[in-house]
């Protein structure tokens, strides 16, 4: 029997596999340390509970519009009015089961067969599958460690092909942390508007900016960046609501009909109870929020510092997101125990059999000599976790 080759091309998401493997050790009661949770690790906040359950109460379970209910929209919009400056209406908003349906979403309808899409390494790991689905091409552009692996003229022309059809931008970006300033944004989009190309711009992580870091959205950029821009954004990472599963997009009103037309026949409507329940997590409360970027914040440092530390290991102070791209280049090439390192997939393999410490191998990211750590777990258990690492290192 033949499958579809397009579905056996799609490989498996290495942090799912990674996250799986240290769940069942700790659920089979072994210490296992865990730095793979790309979700924060405080509950969602009460207000934004007790919304869900009013909505519960008031019969709010039935089917929305597929596109998402009048409420949420119009708290989205405030919410892009209120933080970045951008008027959209409701028929510029979309809201989906998750930020990652709204991408599937817009690649189904942007892209044609053959069809180009430049993407940074390194890159969250779902970003080439999902454009791989919808018929398109992912094409590479690698930085440099020193610039955070951003994106910069000469590496987007060098990218640049008659098929080309969109740049895909993650600011603050998963897993370096990086955040693009005004200046860099700059730049795509003269780029994206000399050669006609539309604007991606992932801002799920937009919350969670550190230092003197400040946060723009490429569609803020000019009349010509707002209206080739479709922004990607979500209630998940901000509010600690992964498992509701909303996120939402924003921008041209054509491509967001066309996405709205595929989600009808796909998913139909989000989750009906999450919708009015990130109505409060737009309009409510925004203390858990600041509180919960004072705490990343500690933990990031800690990080830091402890790697940077260390001989074997290096990495580059994240200013967003709550993800750190540790370099692991000095251990490539080593024998542990009879195993040859030769890849972060090794280094992850052994460190969690030996160490029972759980990284996301950078392989997953396009980033072959690193792992990532994300610090959206206690401060003890980042304590005890960073201890364990550098002792294996160090050894």
């Not at 970027?293 to 790697?307: A, G, P, Q, T």
């Amino acid at each position: 029997m033949i499958f579809s080759k397009k579905a056996e091309q799609i490989l498996p998401s290495i942090t799912l596999d990674i996250n799986s493997r240290a769940k069942k050790m700790k659920t089979d009661g072994i210490d296992v340390i865990i730095f793979g949770a790309g979700e924060p690790d405080f509950n969602t906040p009460k207000n934004i509970q007790n919304a869900a359950i009013e909505a519960i109460k008031r019969g709010c379970t039935k089917y929305t519009p597929a596109s998402g209910i009048d409420e949420l929209k119009t708290a989205i919009c405030g919410k892009f009015r209120r933080d970045n400056n951008l008027i959209y209406t409701k028929s510029q908003i979309i809201i989906s089961t998750g930020a990652k349906q709204c991408i599937a979403n817009i690649f189904q309808a942007i892209l044609n067969p053959g069809d180009e899409v430049i993407v940074s390494k390194p890159y969250w790991v779902s970003y080439p599958e999902l454009i791989r689905l919808a018929d398109g091409v992912p094409v590479y552009v690698s930085g440099r460690e020193e610039n955070d692996f951003k994106y910069t003229k000469e590496a987007l022309s060098g990218a640049l092909t008659p098929k080309t059809k969109a740049i895909l931008i993650n600011s603050p970006n998963n897993p370096m942390g990086a955040v693009y300033s005004r200046d860099e944004l700059l730049v795509i989009s003269d780029f994206a508007k000399a050669h006609d190309l539309i604007l991606i711009s992932d801002e799920i992580y937009e919350k969670f900016i550190y230092d003197s870091s400040k946060y723009t959205s490429i569609a803020n950029i000019s009349n010509d960046s707002y209206n080739r821009t479709i922004i990607i954004h979500g209630v998940s990472k901000t509010y600690s609501m992964t498992g509701w599963r909303i996120g939402y997009a924003a921008g041209n009103e054509k491509i967001i009909k066309l996405m709205s037309n595929i989600q009808s026949h796909t998913t139909a409507n989000p989750n009906s109870i999450a919708q009015y329940a990130a109505v409060e997590a737009l309009n409510g409360d925004q203390t858990s929020v600041k509180l919960m970027l004072k705490e990343f914040k500690i933990r990031r440092d800690y990080i830091v510092k402890k790697i940077n530390d260390c001989n074997m290991l290096s990495c580059v102070k994240p200013a967003g997101a709550f993800y750190i791209m540790v370099n692991i280049s000095k251990m490539i090439g080593k024998v542990i125990d009879g195993t040859l390192i030769n890849n972060s997939i090794d280094f992850a393999n052994v460190i969690l059999d030996k160490e029972k410490v759980a990284v996301i191998p950078g392989d997953g990211f396009g980033a072959s000599s690193y792992i990532r750590l994300s610090y959206a777990t206690s401060i003890g258990s980042i304590k005890e976790g960073i201890k364990r690492l550098i002792t294996f290192v160090e050894n």
